[in-house]
């Protein structure tokens, strides 16, 4: 299990703080920025893909200047096809597109502590149903509901 952060060069330091805080948790994470504006569509769709088929969850930093650009849609589409967990993380005050609303979004360094809980959680859990001979299905939308119940409680 790995995550992948996708994020704008002018997040970067940003992201950086979240693949510290998950890596000090012992969680796998994978990171490229990307230019989007010297890049062809075609190789960033090419490079988004790879990542998000290579990881079980997308973290998307949610800037001002990238709340609106396409790749946002694009990786949502991309992860949801493949069952990811997605999560988003806003940064600043500025509202997001209203069909963002269904992925849990994060504001705060500890809310992230939230989607630590429930990765390791899911770790354990596809772990034990490695060792049974029924497995235990853990479908994107529960965890991603559980994870909108948690943000929204504060706890």
């Keep these: 299990m790995s995550v992948f952060i996708g994020y704008q060069h002018v997040d970067h330091p940003q992201a950086l703080r979240i693949r510290k805080q998950l890596r000090r948790a012992g969680i796998e994470v994978r ?3 990307m230019d989007f504006e010297s890049l062809t569509t075609l ?4 490079t988004l893909t790879a ?3 290579d990881c079980t969850h997308l973290i998307l930093m949610m800037s001002h200047s990238s709340a609106r650009r396409w790749w946002i849609p694009f990786c949502i589409g991309e992860a949801t096809s493949w069952d990811r967990r997605i ?3 806003r940064l600043g005050d500025q509202a997001l597109p209203e069909y963002l609303a269904h992925w849990p979004t994060l504001t705060r360094t500890q809310q992230l502590d939230f989607l630590i809980e429930a990765y390791h959680r899911e770790a354990a859990m596809r772990m034990l149903a490695g060792r049974c001979e029924t497995s235990l299905p853990v479908r994107a ?3 991603h ?3 909108r119940e948690r943000i929204g409680r504060g706890f």
């Design 141 to 143: 939308r529960d965890i």
């Design 31 to 33: 990171m490229d920025v």
């Design 145 to 147: 509901r559980g994870l």
């Design 51 to 53: 990542h998000i088929r």
């Design 87 to 89: 999560c988003l993380y």
């Design 43 to 46: 190789h960033v769709t090419e």
